[in-house]
């Protein structure tokens, strides 16, 4: 069965570059992403690694757990490292997960059962589909699932963006429209109906049809 929005994580046992890690108990109360690359000394994953490392402080300050995955060795996840703090300026500073008997790339369906069980002689072709992004909650559920082809670079503040947003709902009962950013106006789910909402929102609303009630930012 392939995973949804709103299931529950997987939860697995891996060695990763910060040691073995049982994956619920390292995500404990906080929020994690899980992103995974083909293999290791690609060129774009090389640059997102980067990116990702760059971008680790703004996920620290919104309490969101960072863990890369690749389907190479640990002690490949290693050497691989120099080579980006070398061309993007900045290592991995979240552990990297050796996937060697791709264990975790088929438990998240990003790779077939028949796939085998080892990575050894697979090319970044054959692991093509291992280019995914999950966001999961502190309740363990998968908030968000991306899978990217590997011409394609990742948009990681576009990652960002999303974790803002999730966060917002999860705190307030509203959802965010197209092209939102932080502090932009945001939309009263129609499941808070108007009496309710009145008590949440109390200066009121801007309303373009009954179900599309506008209200500034409440994280603001």
């Known amino acids: 069965m392939s995973l949804q929005i709103g299931a529950e994580a997987p939860n697995f046992t891996a060695n990763t570059t910060e040691g073995e890690i049982d994956f619920h108990q390292w995500i404990g109360d906080s929020w994690a992403i899980l992103f995974s690359h083909p293999k290791d000394f690609t060129p774009v994953c090389t640059t997102e690694l980067g990116t990702m490392a760059k971008l680790k402080p703004e996920f620290d300050t919104r309490n969101v757990k960072v863990i890369g995955l690749s389907v190479d060795p640990v002690e490949n996840h290693t050497k691989w490292s120099i080579d980006i703090e070398e ?103 129609p499941a808070l109906k108007d009496d ?25």
């Open 196 to 220: 309710a909402a009145k008590e949440k929102f109390p200066n009121g609303w801007r309303a373009e049809k009954p179900y599309l009630r506008y209200v500034p930012d409440p994280g603001d």
């Open 87 to 189: 061309t993007q300026g900045t290592a991995p500073n979240y552990p990297m997960i050796g996937d060697t008997d791709l264990e975790v790339s088929k438990l998240y369906n990003m790779l077939p059962a028949g796939a085998g069980e080892s990575s050894e002689g697979r090319t970044a072709v054959d692991n093509m589909t291992v280019r995914s992004v999950f966001v999961i909650g502190p309740d363990k559920k998968i908030k968000l699932i991306l899978t990217y082809p590997m011409s394609t670079g990742r948009n990681f503040d576009e990652i960002l963006r999303v974790v803002d947003s999730l966060q917002l709902t999860a705190r307030h009962q509203v959802a965010t429209p197209a092209n939102w950013t932080k502090g932009g106006e945001v939309i009263i789910v």
